[in-house]
C-alpha cells in the first residue's frame, strides 16, 4: 500500500520561471524540484564547475601531461560497469587526443568473477606481465579502496593515478594522486560525479596543462566535447545524482548524440536498441543502452563493451552491439529465472515483518544479483542484498553480495556498522547510500543476515518503511498530448531530479491484456466543468506487469510518453500506481 502526495512547490518561484517565457508545466514541475531561477536552468557547457576546484586534479594533469611526453607506458584499469567501461573509453580516446600514441596506452578489466572488483594484486600481477610493461596505471571509476593493490603495485614499479568517484575509507591508498571529488578536502561543489565525469575532468585539465606548456593554442586544441555522448551514458547508467553539474554533463551529450557526434559503437547500440539517437533522451540511456552494454560486465567480459565505445568502424561496431544485445537477452532470462527464484524464498516468511531482506541460492549469478536487489527493493520496499556463491583465492567459499536500499537508509553506512561490530564478518565490501558490494564466507551467511537485521531494525523508522508515491499533481486537459510529452521527454530527468510523475482521476472505459501480462487501457480523464477549458480526451494508457483489472473509476499515479509507430506519434501513459484509497 503507497501513501500518496504531490510534490511540493512554490506557486511564486513557478509564476517567476514562466514570465522567463518557460512552459508553464515546466515551471512547475522546475519549481518543485528546488529550481529557484531561469538562470539555474542554464546548461550550457561554460556553466560547468571549473576543474581547478576538483582536488589534485590539476596535480593529475601535470602527471598525464609529463607521462605522455616521456613515453611512459599508461594502462588504464577499469571498472566492469557501464561507468566503468565508459571512463576507459573516454581516458583512451582522450588520452590519444591530448598527444598519447597507439602503442603508450592500453587498459585492463578486472574479471569480476575471479578477482572482484578493483585495483587488487591479482590485477597487478595480470599489469606486470604485460608487454611493454606499464609505468603509469590510471584507475577509472574504481582505486579509492585499494590499498593493498596500490602498494603492490610500487612494489613492482608500477606508479597509480587514482580517478574515483566512491566514498572513501577513514585512510586513503598510498597513491601518486588521487582525483576524487568525495575525498576529504575536496571542496569541488558537485559530490554526485560519476565515475566517467571524474575522468573527463581529468582531461579538460589535461588539455589546459597543455595549453600552458604551449603544445595547444585555445584555436589547436582537441574538441573533448566529442566525448561528452559517453560522459553522459556513464553518469546516467550509474545513477549518479542530477544536480546541475551532471545535468550540464547529460545535457550537453544527448545534445551531441542527437547530432550524431558520437562513436560509432555508442550509435551502434541506439540501432540494436531500437532506438532514434536524433532524439535521444536520459530514458534511453538508462533503459535502453546502458543495460546492453552492463550486459557484457555482467556476464561475459566488459573488455568487450570497451572494444565496442573505441571501435572507429561501424561496421565492427554494430556486430559487437548485436552480440552486447544477445547477452544482453541472457541476461533477462537469468534475471527472470533469479527473481522467481527470490520470490519462492520469501513464500514462507511476510517481508513487511522485517526490515531488510538478504539472500542466498547456489545456482544463482554473480553478475545479475545487483538487478535482482534492485527489483525484491522496488516490489517490498525494503533494503535488499542478494548473495551467489563466489570462490576465494585458496578455494574458500565464499558469497559475493550486491545491495540496493531506500530513501532514507545509507546502505554503505549500515555495511560499515556490521563491519564495526563484528570485523572478521565482511571480508571487504563498498558502495554509496543506495547501492553496495560485499564479500562474505558462505558458512557467516546466518550471521550476517541476522547482524544486517539488527541494523536495519536500529535504523529504519515505521515511516521510513512506508511506500510512498510522490506526485506533481494533475494535467490539464489540453496538455494530454503529443507536443507536452515530447516537451517532457527533451529534458534531462533522472536520480534526485526525477522524471515527473502525475496523478489523476479517470473514467476506465476499456481494458485488456496484452501479451498475456501487461494491462492495455482506454482512459478518459475526469475533469470538472466549472474549471475546464478544454474537453477531456481519450488517453491509451499501459500498465506493464499487472494482470488485475481497474475499477471503472480509478486514481492512477502516471508518466506521459510519446509512443512512435511508423512515423506516426500519439500520446501514451504509462501507469505506475493505483491510489485504491481514495
Wanted: aromatic residues 6%.
Amino acid at each position: 500500500m503507497s501513501i500518496f502526495s504531490q510534490r511540493p512547490y512554490s506557486s511564486e518561484v513557478a509564476k517567476a520561471l514562466e514570465s522567463g517565457k518557460l512552459h508553464p508545466l515546466l515551471a512547475r514541475l522546475y519549481a518543485a524540484r528546488g529550481v529557484n531561477s531561469a538562470d539555474e536552468l542554464q546548461l550550457d557547457f561554460s556553466h560547468l564547475l571549473p576543474p581547478n576546484t576538483l582536488l589534485h586534479c590539476e596535480n593529475a594533469a601535470k602527471i598525464l601531461a609529463d607521462a605522455i611526453r616521456d613515453q611512459r607506458q599508461l594502462l588504464i584499469v577499469a571498472d566492469y560497469d557501464c561507468d566503468g567501461a565508459t571512463a576507459c573509453a573516454v581516458g583512451i580516446r582522450g588520452l590519444k587526443m591530448l598527444g598519447a600514441s597507439s602503442k603508450q596506452i592500453n587498459f585492463l578489466v578486472p574479471n569480476r568473477f575471479t578477482m572482484g572488483y578493483g585495483l587488487t594484486p591479482e590485477v597487478i600481477d595480470l599489469a606486470k606481465v604485460l608487454s611493454p610493461k606499464p609505468s603509469l596505471l590510471i584507475t577509472v571509476d574504481n582505486g579509492i579502496a585499494s590499498h593493498a593493490g596500490i602498494d603492490y603495485a610500487k612494489e613492482h614499479g608500477m606508479d597509480v593515478l587514482v580517478t574515483d568517484h566512491h566514498l572513501p575509507s577513514e585512510q586513503l591508498p598510498n597513491a601518486l594522486a588521487i582525483v576524487n571529488p568525495n575525498q576529504p578536502q575536496c571542496d569541488f561543489q558537485s559530490k554526485a560525479l560519476a565515475g566517467v565525469g571524474v575522468m573527463f575532468y581529468v582531461l579538460i585539465a589535461l588539455r589546459a596543462e597543455l595549453r600552458q606548456r604551449s603544445i595547444f593554442t585555445s584555436e589547436t586544441q582537441p574538441k573533448l566535447e566529442q566525448l561528452l555522448g559517453l560522459v553522459a551514458l556513464g553518469t546516467v547508467a550509474d545513477v549518479a545524482q542530477l544536480d546541475r553539474n551532471n545535468r550540464i554533463l547529460v545535457s550537453q551529450g544527448l545534445k551531441r548524440i542527437r547530432q550524431g557526434i558520437a562513436p560509432p559503437g555508442l550509435l551502434a547500440l541506439f540501432e540494436v536498441a531500437g532506438r532514434d539517437p536524433e532524439i535521444a533522451n536520459p530514458f534511453d540511456l538508462g533503459f535502453a543502452i546502458g543495460p546492453r552494454l552492463n550486459a557484457a560486465g555482467r556476464l561475459a567480459d566488459m573488455s568487450l563493451g570497451i572494444k565496442l565505445l573505441l571501435c572507429n568502424d561501424s561496421k565492427s561496431a554494430l556486430e559487437i552491439a548485436q552480440e552486447l544485445d544477445r547477452i544482453n537477452r541472457e541476461r533477462r532470462v537469468i534475471e527472470s529465472g533469479m527473481q522467481e527464484s527470490a520470490l519462492a524464498h520469501l513464500t514462507d516468511r511476510d517481508p513487511d515483518d522485517r526490515p531488510s531482506l538478504c539472500l542466498w541460492n547456489a545456482n544463482w549469478h554473480q553478475g545479475v544479483v545487483g538487478i535482482v536487489a534492485s527489483r525484491l527493493k522496488e516490489r517490498f520496499n525494503r533494503p535488499a542484498i542478494i548473495f551467489a556463491p563466489a570462490e576465494g583465492p585458496n578455494g574458500e567459499a565464499l558469497l559475493r553480495g550486491s545491495g540496493r536500499s531506500i530513501a532514507g537508509f545509507h546502505l554503505r553506512d549500515a555495511l560499515d556498522l556490521v563491519s564495526k561490530r563484528k570485523p572478521s564478518l565482511i571480508q571487504k565490501f563498498g558502495g554509496h547510500a543506495m547501492a553496495a558490494g560485499l564479500t562474505i564466507r558462505q558458512i557467516d551467511f546466518e550471521d550476517f543476515e541476522e547482524s544486517f537485521f539488527q541494523v536495519t531494525s536500529e535504523l529504519l523508522t515505521e515511516d521510513l518503511l512506508k511506500r510512498r508515491c510522490i506526485h506533481d499533481g494533475e494535467l490539464r486537459p489540453e496538455d494530454f498530448n503529443v507536443k507536452t510529452s515530447d516537451i517532457l521527454m527533451n529534458e534531462i530527468w533522472g536520480h534526485g531530479f526525477p522524471e515527473p510523475l502525475f496523478y489523476g482521476e479517470f473514467d476506465v472505459l476499456q481494458q485488456s491484456l496484452m501479451k498475456d501480462k501487461h494491462l492495455r487501457l482506454q482512459l478518459k480523464p475526469r475533469v470538472s466543468d466549472e474549471t475546464a477549458s478544454h474537453p477531456a480526451p481519450l488517453v491509451q494508457g499501459v500498465w506493464f506487469n499487472r494482470t488485475q483489472e481497474l475499477p471503472q473509476q480509478a486514481r492512477l499515479a502516471y508518466r506521459l510518453v510519446s509512443d512512435r509507430f511508423r512515423a506516426e506519434a500519439r500520446v501514451q501513459l504509462m501507469i505506475e500506481a493505483l491510489d485504491d484509497q481514495s
